[in-house]
C-alpha cells in the first residue's frame, strides 16, 4: 500500500546532505554493516539524490541516480517499510532517468531485492557478485519500459 503522504523530491545534496547521509548511515552502516569507505565513494557530489518525506516532512527515505544511469543507495528507514516508500522512491530516479535520455538504467540489487527491481521492469543479468560483503545481481531496466 502506497502511503499518499509520502513525498518525493529531487534533493540537492550540499542543501540535503545532512539528511541524506543520515538515512544511508543508519540503513547501510549499521544495519548492513557497510564500511564507512565503501559508502562514501565520492559520488554524491556529482549525482541526483530523491528524497522520500512524510507527511509531517521527516526525511524516510533516499535513491541516488549517477550520470552513468546507474541507480543506487536506495533505502528506507526500517519503520517505513513496507507502506510503497521504495516504489515511489524508483519510480521517480526511473522517470528523471527517462527525462535525462539515459540509457541503460542499470543497478546492483541486493540479491533478496531482486523481485521488487523486477516488479519495476529490470532485468537480472550475469551472476550473483559481492558488493560490500552483501550478494547482488546487475540488473538492466527493460526497454520497453
Not at 550520470?67 to 516504489?87: C, F, H, P, T, W
Not at 524508483?90 to 527491481?117: D, G
Request: include cysteine; hydrophobic fraction near 40%.
Amino acid at each position: 500500500m502506497i502511503e499518499s503522504k509520502i513525498n518525493v523530491i529531487l534533493a540537492d545534496w550540499e542543501t540535503y546532505q545532512k539528511e541524506l547521509r543520515k538515512i544511508r548511515e543508519v540503513v547501510f552502516i549499521k544495519e548492513q554493516s557497510v564500511p564507512k569507505a565503501e559508502e562514501w565513494d565520492g559520488h554524491d557530489e556529482e549525482s541526483w539524490h530523491f528524497l522520500a518525506l512524510s507527511g509531517a516532512n521527516r526525511p524516510i527515505g533516499c535513491a541516488r541516480l549517477m550520470q552513468s544511469g546507474q541507480i543506487g543507495r536506495m533505502a528506507v528507514l526500517k519503520e517505513n517499510r513496507g507502506l510503497g516508500v521504495g516504489d515511489l522512491l524508483l519510480n521517480s530516479v526511473v522517470e528523471h532517468a527517462k527525462q535525462l535520455k539515459m540509457n541503460p538504467i542499470f543497478l546492483h540489487a541486493q540479491t533478496y531485492a531482486i523481485e521488487f527491481y523486477e516488479k519495476a521492469g529490470f532485468i537480472a543479468h550475469g551472476s550473483e557478485f559481492m558488493d560490500a560483503n552483501i550478494p547482488h545481481y546487475a540488473m538492466t531496466l527493460s526497454s520497453d519500459r
